[in-house]
């Protein structure tokens, strides 16, 4: 019995928690990225000027790596915008993932970028004699920058971690290796103006592998995580103790979890008691998917209930269905003086239990009905009524008679119901 529920038209609909807080990640994420692109825009545009009229390459790497912080800033908000869209035909889950994808592309951008920069420097070094001596402006703007961006870096991340976006972490931290890089072009700058003219050529190759290294770092965490990368372990002890607190859950196996953004989609099949109805059974499953959705990572929940552990018992899968076990009851009791009025049957690894009501028929006089409920299967050849049905093992828990009236108001209620 697989229990989903919240579902209409196959779409699915967040929780309040989970609207309420991606709501507030995504007017987060257009306060802080709109302040970042300011500032690049100001900072870069001061680097590459001053960079060019100051002979200082180290800094104009610097100001091509703001160009590129501008870049991924535009980035982040058109994945903010689309990530925060509600589930459609074409996509049932959410897109969440646009923000996954935003990072893949921040990191290849990155990548590319700090490839760009190693090349340049590159080129510098291997002709030292043509490095030109740094004017001292340049080493004010470094200092400048890299002010700003830690400034920038600690403002976005305090935001981030608020919300908890992925996203907006990795962004804020390109922010902490924007300012990184500023105090290595700082650094550089200052041993050329000391005389040392290769070190300028050498902060802006550190700069390029610093910016290469943290683009791999995003990008392959993205690719992770649009690989359908699991939450981690303490996540998952966490969201099993939610499940195993349920009343009416037995144990939990099979718990599986993938990211979707920031969010996780969970699947688990729980253990309940293999003779409750399957209304009891639904209503368990539907208190443990509330339970998990207490957790404001989670974005939708898929519980399986199993009658047993069917990591451990075989399927019993061999059984014979409902139709066919009623007919050989029906065979059976024929000519014993009642008919069946409703069939109760539990499959299990073990066998077929089985729970009988029946009803006394019309011609049976009142002294048979007067008999003990035993009396009315005891005609009934069990060893043979099982090989006919093929199973493994037949019990018959339960065999109520009802009287007529009992009967009629049983068929009512069924009618009504």
Same mark, same amino acid.
């Given at each position: 019995?697989? /229990?989903?529920?919240?579902? #209409?038209?196959?779409?699915?609909?967040?929780?309040?928690?989970?609207?309420? #807080?991606?709501?507030?990640?995504?007017?987060?994420?257009?306060?802080?990225?709109?302040?970042?692109?300011?500032?690049?825009?100001?900072?870069?545009?001061? #680097?590459?000027? /001053?960079?060019?009229?100051?002979?200082?390459?180290?800094?104009?790497?610097?100001?091509?790596?703001?160009?590129?912080?501008?870049?991924?800033?535009?980035? /982040?908000?058109?994945?903010?915008?689309?990530?925060?869209? #509600?589930?459609?035909?074409?996509?049932?889950?959410?897109?969440?993932?646009?923000?996954?994808?935003?990072?893949?592309?921040?990191?290849?951008?990155?990548?590319?970028?700090?490839?760009?920069?190693?090349?340049?420097?590159?080129?510098?070094?291997?002709?030292?004699?043509?490095?030109?001596?740094?004017?001292?402006?340049?080493? /004010?703007?470094?200092?400048?920058?890299?002010?700003?961006?830690?400034?920038?870096?600690?403002?976005?991340?305090?935001?981030?971690?608020?919300?908890?976006?992925?996203?907006?972490?990795?962004?804020?931290?390109?922010?902490?290796s924007d300012a990184a890089s500023s105090l290595v072009v700082a650094l550089g700058i200052i041993g050329s103006l000391a005389g040392v003219r290769l070190l300028d050529p050498i902060a802006a190759a550190i700069v390029g592998f610093m910016v290469a290294r943290m683009g791999w770092v995003f990008g392959w965490d993205a690719l992770q995580d649009l690989s359908d990368r699991a939450l981690d372990e303490a996540a998952s002890t966490g969201l099993r103790t939610l499940l195993l607190a349920t009343p009416g859950v037995r144990d939990v196996h099979e718990l599986r979890t993938r990211k979707m953004g920031d969010f996780a989609l969970v699947d688990a099949h729980i253990l309940v008691d293999p003779l409750i109805s399957v209304s009891e059974g639904h209503f368990i499953a539907e208190s443990a998917r509330a339970r998990l959705l207490t957790d404001t990572r989670v974005l939708d929940a898929l519980i399986h209930v199993d009658p047993e552990n069917d990591t451990l018992a075989r399927p019993p899968v061999d059984l014979p269905p409902r139709e066919r076990i009623v007919s050989e009851l029906n065979a059976a009791l024929d000519g014993h003086g009642v008919a069946i009025e409703a069939v109760n049957l539990h499959y299990l690894s073990s066998g077929l239990d089985v729970e009988l009501v029946l009803r006394p028929s019309p011609d049976l006089g009142e002294e048979g009905r007067s008999e003990g409920d035993a009396a009315w299967l005891a005609g009934i050849d069990r060893v043979e009524l099982q090989r006919r049905l093929g199973a493994r093992r037949l019990s018959v828990l339960k065999a109520t008679v009802l009287s007529e009236p009992q009967s009629k108001l049983a068929r009512e209620h069924r009618d009504v119901a």
């Open positions: 019995m697989t /229990v989903t529920v919240n579902r #209409q038209f196959a779409f699915i609909f967040m929780p309040a928690a989970a609207i309420a #807080q991606s709501g507030e990640k995504h007017r987060v994420a257009r306060k802080t990225t709109v302040v970042s692109i300011v500032l690049n825009a100001i900072l870069s545009a001061l #680097q590459l000027i /001053v960079g060019v009229l100051a002979h200082s390459q180290a800094l104009i790497a610097d100001g091509v790596h703001s160009l590129s912080d501008l870049v991924s800033d535009f980035v /982040v908000l058109i994945a903010n915008r689309h990530s925060g869209a #509600q589930p459609d035909a074409d996509h049932n889950y959410g897109h969440s993932r646009y923000e996954t994808v935003a990072s893949l592309f921040l990191g290849a951008l990155l990548i590319a970028v700090g490839v760009g920069m190693l090349w340049r420097a590159g080129t510098r070094l291997a002709d030292p004699e043509a490095i030109p001596a740094v004017h001292l402006s340049a080493l /004010v703007v470094a200092v400048l920058v890299l002010v700003s961006k830690e400034a920038l870096f600690r403002y976005m991340l305090r935001e981030a971690q608020r919300v908890r976006s992925a996203m907006l972490i990795a962004n804020a931290w390109h922010a902490r």
